[in-house]
T-cell receptor, first 111, second 111 residues
Framework: DAKTTQPTSMDCAEGRAANLPCNHS???????VYWYRQIHSQGPQYIIH???NNETNEMASLIITEDRKSSTLILPHATLRDTAVYYC????????????FGKGTRLHILP | DTAVSQTPKYLVTQMGNDKSIKCEQN?????MYWYKQDSKKFLKIMFS???????INETVPNRFSPKSPDKAHLNLHINSLELGDSAVYFC??????????FGPGTRLLVL
């Protein structure tokens, strides 16, 4: 079973910031928070990951609460191409720990 | 300059046949994976290989046999195909336990 919970779906207007929440209340101290997305008919695409600190890259920002029980993925200026299923994943950095994909959040960007 | 490639993209075959799906990565990664995404869109890991050594082997029928001729390739051979094997199969690769990068998927339909 996935160690994270996410809303089933969300809508966001094009050009606005999309904020996708994720709960991981049982995350252990050395588990990273990863975000992937899957655009229709494509393979999963890595977005960003972090451990404790907030992270930002060219795609998104990741805000992790101080207690690490939840996080938010922020797409600063959503476009129609950001319509996808977004997966939040908790994972150790060791080769025996596999990625467990939950149901994710289906994000609809509205024109 | 595709990073993770899979062939074929589509595969339609009869029950009972034996088929192979090929995966190649040009990222210089040492770890490769096979995932299965069923009709309900759940994405689950099947196998992972590190430097040609099997690391993760989920509860997968032994009709499925991964083969890694070298670090850049991980092929999936399926014997005696069944209707329930119809799914999208994704290959992925990573450098050790770091971020995984996925291929475009192979859509298998067993008739």
């Amino acid at each position: 079973d996935a160690k994270t919970t996410q809303p089933t779906s969300m809508d966001c207007a094009e050009g606005r910031a999309a904020n996708l929440p994720c709960n991981h209340s049982t995350i252990s101290g050395n588990e990273y928070v990863y975000w992937y997305r899957q655009i229709h008919s494509q393979g999963p695409q890595y977005i960003i990951h972090g451990l404790k600190n907030n992270e930002t890259n060219e795609m998104a920002s990741l805000i992790i609460t101080e207690d690490r029980k939840s996080s938010t993925l922020i797409l600063p200026h959503a476009t129609l191409r950001d319509t996808a299923v977004y997966y939040c994943i908790a994972k150790h950095m060791n080769r025996d720990d596999k990625i467990i994909f939950g149901k994710g959040t289906r994000l609809h960007i509205l024109p | 300059d595709t990073a993770v490639s899979q062939t074929p993209k589509y595969l339609v075959t009869q029950m009972g046949n034996d088929k192979s799906i090929k995966c190649e990565q040009n990222l210089g990664h040492d770890t490769m994976y096979w995932y299965k995404q069923d009709s309900k869109k759940f994405l689950k890991i099947m196998f992972s290989y590190n430097n040609k050594e099997l690391i993760i082997n989920e509860t997968v029928p032994n009709r499925f046999s991964p083969k890694s001729p070298d670090k850049a390739h991980l092929n999936l051979h399926i014997n005696s195909l069944e209707l329930g094997d119809s799914a999208v199969y994704f290959c992925a690769s990573s450098h050790g336990e770091e971020t995984q990068y996925f291929g475009p998927g192979t859509r298998l339909l067993v008739l």
